[in-house]
C-alpha cells in the first residue's frame, strides 16, 4: 500500500509543478478527534490557496477540503493543514493512516493557534514513536523559497511573546511535517477583519505560507 501510494504522490506532485498542463489540485484541512476546535481559522487556507494561484502561478482548486485523520481520502490530498487551540485525539488506526500517508509522500502543516502544543506533541508520538521534533535552523530551504526569511519565522501573533519556532520531523532526510509554534501563521492568513492584523504581517504570513507550498512541491 505505502509503495502503491508513494508512486502516486510522487506522479501527483510532478503533474502539480512540473506539467505545462497546470492540472487543478486540492489541498485539505485535517479533521481531528478529541473536543479541539480543528475548524478554526476558516478563512485561512482559502486566502492561502488565492495567494499562492496569484504568485506562485500555481492552480490550487480554491475550494479546500476537509478529511478526516483516519479515513483513506488523506491520500488524495498531497497537502494537510492542521490547527487549533484545545485537545488533539489519533486512535491507533489514525495513527498508523497518518504515519502511512506522511512516509508515502503527503505533507502535514501544523500551526499552533495557541493552547494546542500539549495536546499536539503525545499523539505526534503515536505516529512517529522514532522521531522527535526539530527545530529547523534558518537555513533550512523552507525559509527560502520564493520568499526569504533570514530569521526564521515570521512573528504573527503574541501569544506568550517568546520568539517563533518551526519544528519538523525529518523521516529518512525528508521533512514530511512542519509545525509552526508561538508564530500562528493560520491567524495570519485569514480575513484583515477577524484579527485586524496589520497589512505588512499579514503580507508576512502568506508569504511564508507560500514558502510552505512551494518548498512541499519543489523538494
Known amino acids: 500500500m505505502i509503495k502503491k501510494y508513494s508512486i502516486l504522490l510522487v506522479l501527483l506532485a510532478l503533474t502539480y509543478f512540473g506539467s505545462s498542463a497546470q492540472s487543478t489540485y486540492q489541498i485539505a484541512l485535517l479533521k481531528y478527534n478529541g ?12 486566502n492561502l490557496i488565492d495567494f499562492c494561484n496569484k504568485n506562485l502561478k ?25 490547527t487549533g487551540h484545545g485537545n488533539v485525539i489519533f486512535n491507533d488506526q489514525e495513527a498508523l493512516n497518518l504515519r502511512n500517508y506522511l512516509i508515502a509522500g503527503g505533507f502535514l502543516h501544523i500551526s499552533d493557534n495557541y493552547g494546542i502544543d500539549k495536546y499536539l506533541r503525545p499523539q505526534m508520538k503515536k505516529v512517529f514513536p522514532e522521531l522527535e521534533f526539530v527545530e529547523l535552523p534558518f537555513d533550512f ?16 501573533h ?30 495570519g492568513w485569514e480575513d484583515p477583519d477577524v484579527h485586524k492584523d496589520s497589512h505588512e504581517k499579514r503580507l508576512k504570513a502568506l508569504q511564508m505560507g507560500a514558502n510552505i507550498v512551494q518548498y512541499v512541491f519543489t523538494k
Open 141 to 156: 530551504p523552507i525559509y527560502h523559497q520564493k520568499y526569504n526569511f533570514p530569521d526564521g519565522l515570521p512573528k504573527i
Open 58 to 82: 500555481t492552480n490550487i482548486n480554491s475550494e479546500y477540503a476537509t478529511v478526516e485523520v483516519g479515513s483513506s481520502e488523506i491520500f488524495n490530498y498531497p497537502f494537510l493543514d492542521m
Open 158 to 187: 503574541e501569544h506568550d511573546g517568546t520568539p517563533p519556532q518551526g519544528f519538523g520531523f525529518l523521516w529518512e532526510g525528508r521533512l514530511v511535517c512542519f509545525y509552526d509554534y508561538e508564530c500562528d501563521l493560520g491567524d
Open 35 to 46: 473536543g479541539g476546535d480543528w475548524y478554526a481559522n476558516p478563512t485561512s487556507l482559502t
